[in-house]
């Protein structure tokens, strides 16, 4: 299982949180999602055998949300 850790520009609503957390546990190989809404970070867990950090990251940023930096670490 691997960790991501993506550092949004903002989150400007609590209805944000939701919307990025249901998108992303949509994908294929995410075990769970984490949205901190007053850091404007999201953590999640994921097989990166079934999914890459960027290509959550580009779910994020398709929902209109940017995301500036993105921490992995393997498990």
Known sequence: ????????DELSCPACLQKI???LTQQ?????VKVLFNAAKVKTDFDDQAVTADQLADVVTRLGYEVKTIKVKEA
Do not use: F
């Open 1 to 8: 299982m691997t960790k991501a850790i993506m550092q949004l």
């Open 28 to 32: 294929a190989g995410v075990s769970t």
């Open 21 to 23: 957390e249901h998108a």
